[in-house]
C-alpha cells in the first residue's frame, strides 16, 4: 500500500526567509507526486507535480519541489516566504495499478505554513 | 466559470438522520471523488467514480452511498448519520485518470453530527 508522510504538524518562518515542507512516500513502483495548498474555509488548489523527469519541478506563486528517489522524499521549497503563504499544504502520491490505471490519491495530514512578518 | 461546486456549505444533523450533500462540474470531466477531511488526518478516499453509471468504493465508504447518473453530478448519500461522520466533506473531479492528472476540487461542506 502506499502512504505519504509529513512529519512536521507545523513549520514557522519569518517572512522573506527560505521555506521547506517536508514530506516523504512510501510505494511499490513509480510515484506520482503532488503538492496541494489550502487555504482557509477552501477546497484544494494544485501547486504542483513530479512524474518524471528533472527532480526539481517548479510550480505555481514560486513554489518549487525537489524529488529524491534514494531518500524517498518530495520537499516543497521556495526561495522567499510571503505572508500570504500561511496555509495548510498537503502532499500526496499516486501509482499506476495492477490494471493499468491509477488509484485516488494518498495524501499526507497536512503542515500547517506560517509566515510571521 | 463555477468548476466544482458543493452545496450546502455547512449542515447540522442529529444522529440517525439522512442528508445528500450535493457535487456538479461544468468542466465536461470523467472522473469524480468525494473526500472526507478530519483534523490531523488528511483526507480519506470515501468514493470515486470514472464516468456516468460507474462508481466504486474508496478507503472509507461505509456509512455512504454515491450515485453518477450523469457526468455533471456526483452526490454523496449519509443514510443514517453517525458523530463518527463530523467532517469536512470535498468533491474532486479530474479529465481523466492517469495517475499525473491533477484534481479539481470543490470548497467543501462542513457537517456536524449531534
Known amino acids: 500500500a502506499q502512504s505519504v508522510a509529513q512529519p512536521e504538524d507545523q513549520v514557522n518562518v519569518a517572512e522573506g526567509n527560505p521555506l521547506t515542507v517536508k514530506c516523504t512516500y512510501s510505494?511499490?513502483?513509480?510515484?506520482?507526486l503532488f503538492w496541494y495548498v489550502q487555504y482557509p474555509n477552501r477546497g484544494l488548489q494544485f501547486l504542483l507535480k513530479y512524474i518524471t523527469g528533472d527532480n526539481l519541478v517548479k510550480g505555481s506563486y514560486g513554489f518549487e519541489a525537489e524529488f529524491n528517489k534514494s531518500q524517498t522524499s518530495f520537499h516543497l521549497k521556495k526561495p522567499s516566504a510571503l505572508v500570504s503563504d500561511s496555509a495548510l499544504y498537503f502532499c500526496?502520491?499516486?501509482?499506476?495499478?495492477?490494471?493499468?490505471?491509477?488509484?485516488?490519491?494518498?495524501f499526507g495530514k497536512g503542515t500547517h505554513l506560517i509566515i510571521q512578518p | 466559470n463555477a468548476g466544482v461546486t458543493q452545496t450546502p456549505k455547512f449542515r447540522i444533523l442529529k444522529i440517525g438522520q439522512s442528508m445528500t450533500l450535493q457535487c456538479a462540474q461544468d468542466m465536461n470531466h470523467n472522473y469524480m471523488y468525494w473526500y472526507r477531511q478530519d483534523p490531523g488526518m488528511g483526507l480519506k478516499l470515501i468514493y470515486y467514480s470514472v464516468g456516468a453509471g460507474i462508481t466504486d468504493k474508496g478507503e472509507v465508504p461505509n456509512g455512504y452511498n454515491v450515485s453518477r447518473s450523469t457526468t455533471e453530478d456526483f452526490p454523496l448519500r449519509l443514510e443514517l448519520a453517525a458523530p463518527s461522520q463530523t467532517s469536512v466533506y470535498f468533491c474532486?473531479?479530474?479529465?481523466?485518470?492517469?495517475?499525473?492528472?491533477?484534481?479539481?476540487f470543490g470548497s467543501g461542506t462542513q457537517l456536524s453530527v449531534l
Open positions: 474532486a473531479s479530474s479529465p481523466a485518470q492517469g495517475a499525473g492528472e491533477k484534481l479539481f
Open positions: 500526496a502520491v499516486r501509482v499506476i495499478n495492477s490494471g493499468g490505471g491509477a488509484d485516488g490519491l494518498t
Open positions: 510505494v511499490s513502483g513509480n510515484p506520482y
